[in-house]
């Protein structure tokens, strides 16, 4: 039930992701006032854009040689 959560919940999936990368338990990640949960959603959400238009590029380069 838990892994179904976690598999189809994008807000349960990063919770799990916040608290791995943090080093916190998942009840600590819970407890974070709102708006620092949010810049940390918006923190990871801007690195993997960033990261995708990097792949991208690499593509992109790799085709053209």
């Given at each position: 039930r838990l892994k179904k959560?976690?598999?189809n919940d994008q807000d349960t999936r990063?919770?799990?992701?916040?608290?791995?990368?943090?080093?916190?338990t998942v009840g600590e990640i819970m407890n974070?006032?709102?708006e620092e949960y949010n810049?940390?959603?918006q923190y990871y959400?801007?690195?993997?854009?960033?990261?995708q238009k990097e792949?991208?590029?690499?593509k992109?380069?790799?085709?053209?040689?």
């Open positions: 959560k976690i598999e990063f919770i799990y992701f916040l608290a791995e990368q943090l080093h916190k974070i006032p709102v810049g940390w959603v959400t801007i690195k993997s854009e960033e990261q792949l991208n590029k690499a992109m380069q790799g085709k053209r040689r």
